[in-house]
């Protein structure tokens, strides 16, 4: 009997819906859903091919155990449970609960990164514990909350379609969020397209506008236009009095950033930011949108209050088609950010407030102390202690830091001084599960039931399609079986299935700025087509898109929303004789996800991408190096060296290259800084040189 199961893309933060039908438990077809208010029946070809990934005969089948002869070996389950148990109880009785830590992703259900969160902390005692997340949203979620009290995206995918002006900055839509850019060409306003970025990327190809500033040079840039903006008096002085704090420091600020002054370092024309800022003050709905260009950076938080900025001062903010709009990365980082008990606590409350920890702890029935009254530390600095020996073991679950990790290079070193490392995952064959001494099986998502929540804040159901292969299991089951073999099952014994959890979670939200406890479970969110939060049992809009901050009041204490700035920084690792070229990194095909673990795996994705990594490098440099489209050429930077493709390529001006992140070569060269207040790292500007000297040319 044919059935047709609805579930949600597990790559990307857009958060396609597809319909699954199955017969006799084979997948006949998968293909989007046309009247889900995300995708409307559009897919990229990750999407597409979503299943096809889990087919791999890289799956880890069984847990697998390394050996004394140092290879991994099969065993049970049971085994597995045990050696972990002893492996990590033994590395905290002899150094601490301070010496073990997890590593996780924003891959998972939210259902799965709660209980993975309380298990650890809660249950196991640990206190160290952080996300991917934190390589491309802990930017966006700091400057939400610093300038509006609460991480809180507040646009809806139809302020795409209701703009008249759309300023990208460091986003490429048309590769990374192609769904999205889909609901951009649905807009029939006939809107302006501005792209900021240092490549004419595809998205800059379709812009009335390009700003090509110089890499990280954005902060600058939008302290200019702000200038520009309050010089001419384009701004919304009633919004600015009414609803926001701190304008008149920021006005000051600004007198330093006259588009000519900062002129050398964004190497913008004066004319053409006046251009842009006239563009803002004559638009009557302005959308703001960034990405990883500016959470990648040294300078990142401050650079997206920037964004902030300018929507607060022109009061392009609570209307339609307005708005700072962050759009998130992965496919639950939005969920990662509010459930995964990693750098706050469930809803977004604060792990170091007494009440807070109280109001956790009697919802999940357990006592205040079994929750940690300190933050731990973020990402950097678990691998800084792992490098240090004070951790000894890590859990690494759904993510791959072995090829992703900024500065990679430097990492090897640092995993083979643990004393045990986990690696949960759907393949043996990640980079890092290559280090492992032991590997979880886990089930992909097409193979497990949970939640996503999209950039837009909507919750979508990620629905069972398949079984699981061999003896791999659901993360949740995974976590509930470590509960019990740890000895703290019983403090979960309310966990029983998602749905379950996610009834916690949902408790845990009443009276949150994401309030979801009017949700009717998961079949009100099968039926609705997804629910954006808050979703409050009373005083809810049941529309189907909508908006926060329309009445103008924010999550701070007193309601405004802050203007938030500092002085701009020079990058960390600027170009000098040595490395003369600075290094662009980003994603660089629609047709491969970040590491390639999951679609680098399917036929039909490997046919529309490159195959090896390459450079993109301006058609002058090429010359001048005596490069032809399809050269080796040499990449090196202080960390080391790769041998890749030359892609000859006037996107890019002179004296920059661009490198796409899929690729393992890409991050032996990055330069490890990061923000001071998301500690994300800063993947998008290294100094790297090339050469060919030593290399022939392919012919
Ligand atoms: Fe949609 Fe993103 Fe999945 Fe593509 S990868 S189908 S854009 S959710």
């Known amino acids: 009997m044919k059935e047709v199961i609805r579930t949600t893309c597990s790559y990307c933060s857009v958060g396609c819906n597809f319909d699954a039908t199955i017969e006799d438990g084979h997948l006949l077809s998968f293909l989007p859903n046309k009247t889900y208010p995300v995708n409307l029946g559009k897919s990229c070809p990750k999407g597409f091919n979503l299943m096809k990934a889990f087919e791999s005969d890289e799956r880890a089948l069984t847990p697998m155990l390394r050996t004394g002869a140092g290879t991994l070996e099969p065993v049970g389950w049971e085994k597995a449970l045990e050696v972990f148990v002893d492996r990590f109880k033994g590395i905290r009785d002899e150094h601490g609960p301070e010496s073990v830590a997890f590593l996780s992703t924003g891959q998972m259900p939210m259902e799965e990164m709660a209980l993975l969160g309380a298990v650890f902390k809660f249950g196991m005692g640990f206190l160290h514990a952080d996300g991917n997340t934190r390589q491309c949203m802990a930017t966006a979620a700091v400057a939400y909350k610093q300038a509006f009290g609460f991480d809180a995206p507040p646009f809806s995918y139809k302020d795409f379609e209701e703009s008249d002006l759309l300023i990208f900055v460091g986003a490429n839509p048309v590769i990374a969020h192609p769904v999205m850019w889909n609901r951009v060409k649905m807009n029939k306003k006939n809107p302006r397209i501005i792209v900021i970025d240092p490549r004419k990327t595809k998205t800059a190809g379709e812009a009335a506008l ?3 500033v110089k890499p990280k040079g954005d902060l600058d840039l939008l302290y200019a236009v702000a200038h520009v903006l309050l010089e001419r008096n ?16 920021f006005s000051n600020h600004l007198r330093d950033f006259s588009p000519k002054s900062v002129e050398s370092r964004t190497g913008i024309p004066p004319a053409l930011v006046e251009e842009l800022a006239r563009m803002i003050h004559e638009s009557s709905a302005v959308s ?9 950076s040294h300078q990142g938080v401050r650079t997206a209050q920037a964004i902030i900025n300018i929507a607060l001062m022109t009061g392009n903010i609570g209307r339609p088609g307005t708005g700072p709009n962050s759009i998130t990365g992965q496919a639950n980082a939005m969920g990662s950010r509010l459930f995964s008990n990693t750098t706050s606590l469930f809803a977004g409350y604060d792990t170091t407030n007494d009440e807070h920890r109280r109001t956790i702890a009697e919802l999940l029935n357990i006592d205040t102390d079994f929750i940690p009254d300190r933050n731990g530390m973020p990402y950097h600095k678990i691998l800084e202690a792992v490098d240090a020996g004070s951790i000894k073991g890590l859990w690494v679950i759904a993510t791959n830091p072995a090829h992703s990790w900024i500065d990679r290079n430097s990492l090897y070193g640092k995993l083979d001084k643990l004393d045990f490392l986990v690696v949960q995952d759907l393949y043996t064959t990640t980079e890092t599960a290559r280090h492992a001494d032991l590997i979880l ?3 992909g998502s097409g193979e497990k039931t949970g939640t996503f929540i999209n950039s837009e804040r909507r919750l979508g159901i990620v629905d069972k399609i398949t079984d699981p292969p061999g003896e791999a299991m659901s993360d949740f089951d995974i976590f509930r ?6 000895g703290c099952g019983d403090m979960f014994s309310g966990w029983t299935h998602p ?8 408790h845990s939200t009443e009276g949150r700025p994401c309030d979801i406890t009017g949700i009717a479970g998961y079949d009100q969110l099968r039926a609705a087509g997804g629910i954006q939060w808050p979703y409050p049992k009373t005083g809810r809009d049941d529309k189907t898109e909508r908006r926060l901050f329309a009445d103008g009041r924010f999550y701070t204490s007193d309601g405004r929303a802050r203007f938030l700035f500092e002085q701009s920084h020079d990058v960390p690792e ?7 070229v600075e290094l662009l990194s980003g994603r660089g095909s629609v047709a491969q996800f970040h590491t390639q673990t999951r679609t680098g795996k399917v036929a039909m994705l490997n046919k529309i991408s490159p195959q090896k990594c390459y450079v993109e490098i301006n058609p002058d440099d090429a010359e001048a190096l005596g490069l032809a489209d399809g050269d080796d050429v040499e990449v090196a930077s202080r960390r080391g060296s790769v041998i890749v493709s030359a892609v000859i390529s006037d996107g890019l001006v002179p004296g920059q290259v661009f490198m796409p992140m899929h690729f393992e070569e890409t991050n032996r060269l990055t330069y490890p800084a990061f923000d001071p207040y998301s500690a994300e790292p800063s993947y998008k500007h290294s100094a790297v040189r090339l050469s060919v000297a030593h290399l022939k040319r392919e012919t």
């Open 481 to 486: 079986h470590i509960a019990d073999a740890w």
């Open 574 to 580: 600027p170009a000098d004789e040595e490395y003369p």
């Open 499 to 506: 749905e379950a959890a996610f009834n916690i979670l949902q």
């Open 210 to 212: 390009h700003l090509p």
């Open 234 to 249: 384009w701004i919304d002085r009633d919004f600015i009095d009414r609803h926001t704090s701190g304008f008149a420091d």
């Open 288 to 296: 703001l949108w960034w990405t990883m260009g500016v959470n990648q």
């Open 441 to 443: 099986p886990a089930a």
